[in-house]
């Protein structure tokens, strides 16, 4: 990850430029370096880890947007006297590999209130989740595509454009 070590040097130089090896002057030369190697990515070759690092922090803004809808959904679920909650078992095609992804992205869907990762088929290539409080299969279906999409932004180092599915 020639980037990250990039971006921890140039935060030490600042460090030290400024004379004070601390936590604030790390942070501040952390950040300005990230900033001099997002304006220059093709001449320092770090184009890819400046991509992957938006990506994080977009898919951390769409977590906690959804988290935020989830948590209000579930909430005003529990307190209608008599809630909808159409209970269904969903099976979701993965185009994520790797035992670290598939285990952030169950771990992220497990964290969504309403849902819950049952486990994965033999060969990892289908996700299993039992999900209340969406009308359809295919609606919670298309939920967890958009959030295992936009992971794949983050960990694919080439993300793939979106497969067209039924």
């Known amino acids: 990850m020639r980037g990250f070590t990039l971006n921890l040097l140039?935060?030490?130089?600042?460090?030290?430029?400024?004379?004070?090896?601390?936590?604030?002057?790390?942070?501040?030369?952390?950040?300005?370096?990230?900033?001099?190697?997002?304006?220059?990515?093709?001449?320092?070759?770090?184009?890819?880890?400046?991509?992957?690092v938006f990506a994080g922090l977009s898919f951390l803004g769409f977590f906690l947007r959804e988290l935020t809808v989830a948590n209000a959904h579930v909430a005003l679920l529990a307190l209608r006297s008599r809630p909808e909650l159409h209970p269904m078992i969903v099976a979701v095609p993965l185009r994520v590999r790797g035992e670290g992804a598939l285990t952030f992205l169950a771990a992220i869907i497990g964290l969504m209130p309403g849902t819950v990762v049952l486990g994965f088929s033999p060969d990892r290539r289908i996700l299993y989740a039992h999900a209340i409080g969406t009308l359809s299969a295919e609606s919670a279906h298309a939920s967890i595509l958009e959030v295992e999409e936009r992971l794949l932004r983050v960990v694919s180092p080439h993300p793939a454009p979106p497969e067209v599915r039924p």
Not at 13 to 38: C, D, P, Q, Y
Request: hydrophobic share 65%; proline share 2%.
């Open 10 to 52: 140039l935060a030490v130089v600042w460090a030290l430029f400024a004379g004070e090896v601390s936590l604030r002057e790390l942070t501040i030369g952390f950040a300005l370096g990230f900033a001099i190697l997002a304006l220059f990515p093709w001449a320092l070759g770090t184009g890819e880890y400046v991509r992957r």
